[in-house]
Structure formats: structure tokens, C-alpha cells
């Protein structure tokens, strides 16, 4: 059977994100979004067919969000599915979405992902992937005094939460690339900016310097502040729909279509103890692999070509030349040279992460949809406040990545189905 | 009309119960038996070539049981790290902690320890050589390695 054409017809946003929403609950947070998105068509609540609906494990402490929210995202009645996949839940839901219209099974389809971090306690639900981890490591006598037989459990990791571990990744980034700090500092600056320009975006620093990043405290060395990203409350929503409806329901032409999705897991390479499974963080052979099957599923023979944008999955700085790398997207070891020459910027030749990224954002469980989202508002030419990318964008990417660093999902999006 | 407040905060604690993790101990349990006679080992698959510290009993890429133990080298390459300039409350370090991992020569993944061996930590870098530096008396436990040594 093959698979259907589907378009996403609408983005929506509960507002722009923020560190606490007090004044709502977890469902009256979401409502507003859904709200949002549904207004940007011609549809009404009851033309939705089903609903996939994502957010990260335990954070809220509140276990199965969906089913306190069903009636909020006019769920009664339908087909709703939940999924956490750890970062990469976001793209998750939205592959889900995907998958239920390109199956043919329904015609509109609503993707939810969401997060409300002031309700809980993010970094015991981060805890949660690593504590049986360490709890195991009990059990074969590590050094306990200074924390120092745990490193990323505890020692290291455990006072700069995931800083902790992504400063392995940043560190062998470096050195695998030749690139120096001074990048990473120049690309958190230039994604701090383009939140400036992003209405939605959390952290916004109009004109921000590598100076400024430069000049914040170290976390866990070579990562400091300016290099990682805040915690956000907010919500978003895609609506995909067939074709058919895609014509019915959209309120232009403007729409972006899925050419091709791709999603893959490698065993828990990093921060697992228990097997032998660490390997080099900076590595991530199966990004390559996903994104080489999105491409080859979208049409798409030559990325650096074919591609106007991306928007990546970029928790810390050093990400943001990591993965552009990994994804075919430009050379080995060229992201310094690219983000020195200003390629990166969102008048470069290779726009990264217009929106200001994860690294300005970070609702987590909405983080990798939002990649999405924002990639398909720069194919519509719809996006807001000074970030849409100048230049015709035929195609862009979006990308998420998660877990024990080892879930990677990529998406191809363009102003034309795949012929 | 006066708008009321609808949205209470509730303080809720989410008191987490006992459980029973069920681990796959073959690995470490490996792994510490050779501490005890400062030797690392780990598990090699045939079919592929990797080699495994801690080894596991199956191949993450054959997807095949393995059985055969190897015996890889004290000394390395390092891989990558991170340096602590402060505690976990954030309190500045006299002497800033580098955690480190090393690829053992012959295995085909790494191990983590402290580094020692530097003077000033800006010159640490990834591809240095270090060398395992186990305690007197090793006992079969993680601690047995002290630190990784700059050589």
C-alpha cells in the first residue's frame, strides 16, 4: 500500500513560552494551543479524527496527562494516543500523527506535545532515565567519597544535571572537529538573537555577543550557561491532514508537506554502565543514518543542495555545529568554519535553528515538535517577528534526538509533495 | 464581575515505593573480578570484532550471544572529559576534578574514572595516554581503580 500524501495544514502555539504559568492547570495550558491551531483553518473540533499526544515521563509527577486533558483537546469520542520517547517525544507525536493519515486509516489529525515544568521536578524525572543506572552501580562498590566512582551519575553529571553528561559531548565535539569554544560561544549568541526575533521563543536577547556568553558561569567545563537551555512551560499543535482535506480545510495554498520521516535508536551509548555501551557522544552514526533514510524517502540526493533550512534538536550550543555535521547538512568538522562565516545565520546559506532553538526553548516534551513546527511556519513563509528566512525555502529538515543520547527522529518537509 | 480564581496550586509529594530492579549482572561482575587482579576484562564478539568493557553477553550489533573473554590493556587513549570547577552545591574547587573517559587499548568502548597526572587542566586534551593506577589492595569492587593517569 503506498503511503498517502499528508500536509500540515496548521501551527499552533499556546503563546509564547515561559518559565511558570501558575494561573493553569496542565489541560488549560494545552486548550489555548489547540484553540490556536484549529482557528488557522476551516475546521472545527469535531473534523479531527484522532489525536496523538506527547510529553516527557514523570515530570509533572503527573503520570497519564492525557487522560486529565481528553476532554480539553476535544479527545471524547476519538482515538487519542499518548507517547514519551524521552527528547525526542515531540517528533515522536508528530510522526505518529503522520503515520495515522499516511496509512489512509484517518484524514485529519492533531499533534499535541506539551510541557509544563513549574508543576513538578524536571531534573528528578531526568533522574528517573539514570537512577536504576546508578542504583545498579551500588551493587559492584564504586568509590562513593566526592561522588567520585559515579562521574556522570553523581559527581559530575549530578550537579550539572544533563550539562553534566553533554559536557563529554561537547568536550569530543571539539576535538573531533578542531572547532574551539570560542564557536560554540559565537552559535549560542547567534541562536539567543534569533529568539530575539521568534514571538514565541522563551530566552530572548536582542543583539547577543559571544562576549555575553562568554562572560556567564561554567557549569560543567566547557559548557556554561549561555550554553544550555532554559526550562519552558508551553504547548503546541500541528494539524496534518490528506490531501483531499488539506484542500478543504486549509485557509491557503501555504501548507508544508511531509516528504519523508524517519526515525532510529542505538543502544543506550552513553551513561550506560551496566553493558559496556559507552561510546564517543560526539559519534552519533545512527543521526546519519535516519537522516540518509528521511532524505532518500523525501527525494531529496544532495542536502547540502536540496535543503534551505534547518531546525535541530540543540539542548547545548555545541549541538548546534554537531549535528548540522551529522546530518549531512555540511562537511565533517565544518560547522566552526560555517558559524564563523556567519552560513549559519537566518540570511546564511544554511540557516540553523531561525526559531533560537531548544537552546532559547525547551518545553522538553514539546521541544522536538516544535523543530517541526518551525520548519514547516519557514516552507509556509509564515514565520513571525524577523526569523523567516529570507531566501525561498523548498525544503527544510527538522530533527530530535533524545533519550540516553540514542533516539533520533528526522523529518523532511517542502512546498511540494514527493513527486 | 469579580473574576474568581479558578486554578489552585496543589502541594502534592509523590512518596516513591521500593522497587525491584531486575539488572543483567554478568557484565560487572565481570568486570570486577578482573579488578581484583588488576585486570580489566570484557567480552568480544566473534562475529563482528567488538570488543566489550564491561562485556555483555550479547551483541548490541550481531544482535548474538557472546561468550568469549578478553583481556585488554591498562593503558589508553583518552576520549573525552569534563572538568568541575566547583562542587555539587556550586562551592569552588581548591583543585578543580577532571572526570574522564578512556578508551583501554584493545577495547572498542570506554571506561570512566577521575584523571590525575596534569598541573594545569587547561592542557588537558582528548588523545592523551593515561594508564590505569589500581589501589594496593583490590578488593573486586569499582573502587579498585583509584584514577586514570596522564603517561
Redesign the interface.
Known sequence: MARKDVAIISVGYNGRFVSKRPDVSIPELIEPAVRDALRKTKLTINDIDAIAMGNMQTFEGVNSPHLWASDYIGGTGKPVIRIATGGTTGMSTFQSAYYHVASGLYDVVMAIAWEKQDEGDSQVGLGGILMPEVFAMFQFGPDLSEGRGLGIGVGSGGGGGSTGSASFQAMSYLARSGGGIEHIDMIAALLRSNAAKNPYAHLQVPGCKPEDIAKTPIISFPLRFGHTCPTSCGAHVLILASKEKAKKYAMTDRVAWVKGVACGTSDATFGNLIDGQITDPAEQVVATMVAKKAYARAGIADPQKEIQMAEVYDGFAHQDLMWPERLLLVGDGKSPEMVAKGAYNIEGDMPINPSGGVLSTNAIGASAMVRVGEAALQVMGLAEGGHQVPRRVRNAVAHGWGGLFQFVTVTVLGEAPVQ | MEKIAE?R?IE?N?DISTYK?K???D???L??KGFKEKKVL??KCQSCGTV?????TYC?KCQKEIDTIVEVKDTGTL????????????NPLDK??I?A?AKFDGS???????LEGWSD?KTV???MRVKIVWKDKT??????ILHFQII
Open positions: 486554578t496550586v502534592s509523590w530492579f539488572i543483567e549482572a557484565a560487572l561482575n568486570l570486577i570484557g567480552r566489550y568493557v564491561p562485556g555483555p548490541r576520549g573525552t572529559f569534563t572538568v568541575n570547577l566547583a562542587d555539587i552545591r556550586g578543580p576534578n572526570v573517559y572498542d568502548t570506554w571506561l570512566m574514572s577521575r587542566w586534551h582528548s588523545g578488593e573486586g569492587a569499582l573502587a579498585d
